[in-house]
């Protein structure tokens, strides 16, 4: 039955080609962007390594560099103590700041092994007020201001790809980013969204001296504050009119990091939304295009379905015979375009989707091809049935 039904698609070769074609596009189309909606909820549901509940983030910049700017972010600090309101605070450079879209990235070598690392700064108590998660190792503290190296912190990701089964404890990666101490769980900066990346924290001390000679090289820029749960956005206020007080001439900028993650998402998510949209037109357009592509066809096969019905074929055989031939036809552009998919994987494209996704994308693209040729042949088929055996001899 099978065979016959390809033997039918290819004595109608030009005609079915042009819907093999359709459908062939339509399937690439349509695991493009099952594949990203998949790619978006596999990484959503996963851990992103800090938590943003209850965790404000203040910027401030100051208009000059003097060797008092250290001082006076030091004094800062020290005044977040005298608020009820705060539980923990710490320091951080923009690029370690969740939701934020700076990024500082290099490769990290180590034994001739090199892996594209996101790089920050940040002060002792960082792992508090995010609530980052120690895998191995050590957090950075006060005693770390006597040593005569700087201590670092690298996520999992990393310590698999520099060091593979290996001890990272102790080992130096570079002479900018110290000696690692400890390992953090996959912090993925960007959020929910964002895929998972390496990620490499070097200690920053407010009473390091290098801070003054640098002129500020390494100075966090941003201030992560971890308020009790409760605490009412009046508390903004009060806390700005603190640090204009301490720091004066210097800007600041105070955001929740809900906000900012709110705002994130959207960002990340207004594209899938509109890209969606557009697949979705094109997905209506190409079924309704099937459809009346379908319907020329069984109205030029007129004669053709008439002679079968007239030698005993019921309505119910011509019904399966077009839709037989319509899933054969589909077989051929879906088994086309999977061809097409499998070497994106030796072309390197859309390497960043793990096997995972890129299978379950493929199998309900698959399941969503032969459903929509199906639905968009049912009328059609219907038409088919109609035709009587007398009509075959009225056909010119």
């Known amino acids: 039955m099978i065979q016959h039904l390809f033997k039918l698609v290819w004595n109608r070769k030009r005609t079915n080609a042009l819907i093999a074609v359709e459908i ?10 099952t594949a990203f909606g998949f790619y978006y909820a596999d990484n959503y549901r996963r851990p992103p390594g800090f938590s943003s509940e209850n965790v404000w983030v203040i910027e401030f910049n100051y208009p000059n560099w003097s060797q ?15 608020f009820e309101e705060v539980e923990s605070c710490a320091g951080a450079s923009v690029t370690l700041v969740p939701y934020s879209n700076s990024r500082a ?5 180590y034994k001739g092994r090199k892996a594209d690392t996101q790089t920050g700064e940040g002060t002792d108590g960082l792992e508090k007020v995010l609530d980052m998660e120690l895998i191995q190792g050590r957090w950075f503290e006060k005693g770390d201001d006597a040593l005569k190296w700087k201590p670092a912190i690298i996520n999992q990701r990393l310590s698999r790809e520099l060091f593979g089964s290996e001890d990272p404890l102790g080992k130096t990666i570079g002479d900018y980013t110290g000696r690692v101490v400890g390992v953090i769980s996959d912090f993925r900066r960007n959020g929910e969204f964002s895929e998972p990346g390496n990620l490499a924290i070097r200690r920053v001390s407010l009473n390091d001296s290098a801070l003054v000679s640098s002129k500020g090289f390494g100075l966090p820029s941003n201030i992560l504050i971890k308020v009790r749960p409760g605490t009412r956005a009046a508390f903004e206020e009060k806390l700005m009119a603190k640090l204009q007080a301490i720091a004066q001439g210097w800007t600041f900028h105070i955001r ?77 552009g879906i088994l086309a375009g999977t061809l097409v998919i499998v070497q994106f994987p030796l072309l390197k494209l859309f390497s960043f989707l793990s096997a995972q996704v890129t299978i379950i994308s493929l199998a309900i693209s698959i399941g969503f091809m032969y459903l929509l040729t199906v639905l968009c042949g049912l009328y059609p088929a219907r038409l088919a049935t109609r035709i009587q055996p007398a009509e075959a001899l009225h056909y010119e």
Do not use: H
């Not at 008092?68 to 005298?82: I, Q």
């Open 24 to 33: 062939f596009f339509s399937f690439l189309i349509l695991f493009a962007i």
């Open 68 to 82: 008092e700017v250290p001082a006076t972010v030091r004094r800062l600090f020290l005044s977040l103590k005298d």
């Open 105 to 109: 990235a290099y490769d990290i070598e």
């Open 256 to 332: 929740p990091m809900s906000q900012m993650r709110a705002s994130y998402l959207k960002l990340r998510l207004a594209p899938l939304i509109g890209v969606g949209l557009v697949a979705a037109f094109l997905i209506l357009m190409v079924g309704l295009g099937l459809m009346g592509v379908l319907w020329q066809n069984v109205t030029q096969r007129t004669k053709e379905i008439g002679l079968r019905r007239s030698s005993g074929a019921t309505a119910q055989d011509i019904y399966r015979q077009i839709i037989g031939e319509l899933l054969a036809i589909t077989t051929l």
